[in-house]
């Protein structure tokens, strides 16, 4: 898939969950919703969804698309790991290369995993998106998958008690 490709189906697939999550508000219908969507979105993804942050040093999976997601990561581990302890959007072009790698599917080449924080700046969950391709992720994904994050992050913070008290 070429750039111009790959935006126009960034597009199509936003424009699509936006229409569908119109004043939804329940979490994990949004997150269902976003998985699934995107997940269909693109063939060489085979893994698409959400590690929640259930305490201080736990992630648990869940809403999710695709292959077998290991159900529980601790915060020292893993890419998903180290996108809660930075803060920040982690793009890996092959897996491979990172020891830390949690491998839920031999399948797995690349991978980008967003943060969604919370209104006080703590990491609530990450977005995580595995792709069969090496180097399938790049800047547009992170542009796009943002916006898409951004979505998730009213109804988080709507929900947040519910999952981790914002200030543990
Ligand atoms: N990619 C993650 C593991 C989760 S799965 O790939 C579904 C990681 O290394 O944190």
């Given at each position: 898939m070429n750039t111009a490709e790959k935006e126009d189906r960034y597009e199509k697939v936003l424009q699509s969950i936006r229409a569908k999550i119109d004043g939804e508000d329940d979490l994990i219908t949004v997150l269902s919703t976003i998985s699934c969507e995107l997940y269909h979105a693109f063939e060489h993804l085979n893994w698409v969804g959400v590690y929640r942050r259930?305490?201080?040093r736990t992630l648990k999976v869940g809403p999710y698309q695709g292959t077998h997601g290991c159900l529980t990561i601790d915060m020292d581990r893993g890419v998903c790991g180290a996108c809660v302890r930075e803060e920040s959007i982690i793009i890996i072009k092959d897996v491979s290369t990172v020891d830390d790698h949690i491998a839920c599917s031999s399948d797995t080449k690349s991978e980008i995993v967003l943060p969604i924080m919370g209104k006080s700046g703590t990491v609530l969950a990450v977005l995580d998106l595995d792709s069969?391709?090496?180097?399938?992720?790049?800047e547009m994904d992170k542009e796009y998958l943002s916006k898409v994050v951004d979505w998730i992050r009213p109804l988080y913070d709507r929900y947040s008690s519910r999952y981790i008290e914002e200030n543990q």
């Open positions: 259930v305490n201080e069969t391709a090496l180097e399938a992720f790049d």
